[in-house]
């Protein structure tokens, strides 16, 4: 069975978060558009928040995170409160380091 990627909706392909994070890089044109980019986002912390602790470092989720669109970035944070407001202070150096430049889009 050859399988085919393309044809498959990006919300049915699973993503290699740990390989993204261990190498710190999404591929070329991996996000192509807004919706896909939320996509990501969603299931972005659903896995940071699902896998043990230790199993990335706040240094590898920001890398990953500024490769994301500002837009994308906010969501990211707004997801990640929605879902789990408890965790916000273990993200709160990475939350502020990312909100300081973005000031006028931040949400409460």
């Known amino acids: 069975m050859t399988s085919q990627p ?10 290699p ?11 070329e044109g991996y996000l192509l558009s807004e919706y896909v ?3 990501f986002v969603e299931r972005l ?4 928040l699902s896998v043990p ?3 990335y470092t706040m240094a590898q989720l920001s890398k990953i995170l500024e490769q994301l669109d500002p837009k994308a970035q906010v969501f ?4 990640l ?3 789990s407001p408890d ?12 909100m300081n430049e973005f000031d006028s889009l931040l949400f409460t």
Not at 6 to 15: L, N, T, W
Not at 17 to 27: M, R
């Open 81 to 83: 409160k929605e879902t």
């Open 53 to 55: 602790s230790g199993s």
């Open 17 to 27: 978060f740990d390989q993204f994070l261990a190498s710190g890089q999404l591929p």
């Open 87 to 98: 965790c916000l202070k273990d993200f709160a150096p990475l939350y502020y380091g990312f």
């Open 45 to 48: 912390v659903h896995y940071i």
């Open 37 to 39: 980019a939320e996509q």
């Open 6 to 15: 393309e044809s498959v909706p990006f919300a049915a392909q699973a993503i």
């Open 76 to 79: 990211f944070f707004k997801r």
